[in-house]
């Protein structure tokens, strides 16, 4: 009686009777898959092919592997030990809200760059945005580049896709005078030091809710932004680190805004490592903010379209009004790179680049 194989076991030999090579691989005791070829070679590959699947756990036995269920099994082995938690939840959202229901079915092997472009037309016609879009590639993308690591699939079939073009996004920071609108509708607000700490560094919401004690001097005026707080589903609160690396800066405070936190510390009627906290000493939650922001914008009588991280927006804009190189500003705001500066803000420095040749005159002046 002939020795059963162990679980990921293979062989390779020649049938006479058939004409053709064949490769058996067993995938579980007493269960094996096989696979007919005219060449060794090819039925050698697809042999090494099932042993790098069992060595990723992604045997599923003589049924085919869907792109869903691999999709699934990257976002949990992959995808959450390597994202930020934000990122994490609004990746599961949107594969499950988007993606699994319409490409879930198809067979990984299968899955060409028609069905991928004909799910993102699908998806622009049900309204969604360019960007949202845009978004929902990068999870696939990410996914298939894994998919192609573990020998899985041939090559990134969502590479051959042409996503939509868009138009780089450009943003309106809030005049002077909405400014004094929003501070003197906070006045006398526990929250007023937080938005005058956004508008006058721009930091973001989630890197202001984290600052804590130790990461403050006002002596100095000098703030170190070293975390950011998020609001992650079945997790609660959960501080981490920034946005990128490049978001790990340190960040002068402007007179009137050292002013307004050292009074604000020194009035608030409870202790908390943190510089904003609520009446139990715990950090502000972003929904919390946010639904406050709404309150003061209507008591402000202010658009209900503008965004708290217009804040930060109204901050880069005046700085690149004032002269600012963007590559300075960029290092102020913790843009990951140069690029994102310029691709956001770059319609705010052409003043700058006109006032820049009007000084060229002088060299030509008589």
């Keep these: 009686m002939g020795k059963r194989r162990s679980r990921g076991e293979g062989n390779i030999r020649f049938r006479k009777d058939k004409g053709l090579w064949v490769a058996e691989f067993t995938y579980a005791p007493g269960k094996k898959l096989s696979k007919y070829a005219k060449t060794q070679k090819l039925v050698r590959d697809w042999l090494e092919e099932q042993k790098r699947l069992a060595r990723n756990g992604l045997i599923v036995g003589d049924r085919k592997l869907t792109f869903g269920e691999f999709l699934q099994r990257w976002y949990q082995d992959v995808a959450m030990h390597n994202l930020r938690p934000p990122t994490i939840s609004s990746h599961a959202s949107t594969m499950r809200r988007h993606i699994l229901p319409v490409l879930g079915d198809v067979p990984l092997s299968k899955l060409t760059p028609a069905h991928i472009q004909s799910f993102y037309s699908q998806k622009l016609n049900e309204g969604l945005a360019k960007k949202t879009i845009k978004y929902m590639h990068t999870i696939i993308h990410q996914a298939l580049a894994q998919a192609l690591k573990w020998g899985l699939v041939a090559r990134n079939v969502s590479e051959a896709v042409e996503l939509p073009a868009g138009h780089a996004h450009r943003v309106d920071a809030l005049t002077r005078a909405q400014v004094n ?44 932004v070293e975390k950011t707080l998020n609001f992650v589903s079945h997790r609660g609160l959960v501080v981490g680190a920034p946005k990128s690396e490049r978001s790990r800066r340190k960040v002068a405070l402007p007179d009137f805004t050292r002013k307004v936190l050292t009074e604000h510390l020194a009035k608030r009627p409870v202790a908390s490592v943190y510089v904003f906290c609520t009446s ?26 503008v965004r708290i991280h217009d804040l930060r927006h109204t901050f880069v804009s005046y700085q690149l009004a004032a002269g600012t190189p963007a590559s300075d500003v960029q290092k102020i705001a913790g843009h990951a790179s140069f690029s994102t500066t310029v691709d956001i803000y770059g319609h705010l420095m052409d003043e700058a680049h006109r006032e820049s040749a009007k000084k060229m005159d002088s060299l030509f002046a008589p």
């Design 181 to 224: 609108q929003l501070l003197k509708a906070l006045e006398g607000d526990r929250l007023y030091p937080f938005y005058v700490l956004l508008v006058s560094t721009g930091l973001r919401k989630g890197e202001a809710l984290a600052l804590t004690l130790d990461c403050l001097d006002l002596e100095q005026g000098i703030l170190r």
């Design 280 to 305: 139990r000493g715990t950090p502000f939650g972003p929904r919390q903010v946010l639904r406050h922001f709404k309150t003061v914008l209507a008591k402000a009588g202010l658009p209900q379209c």
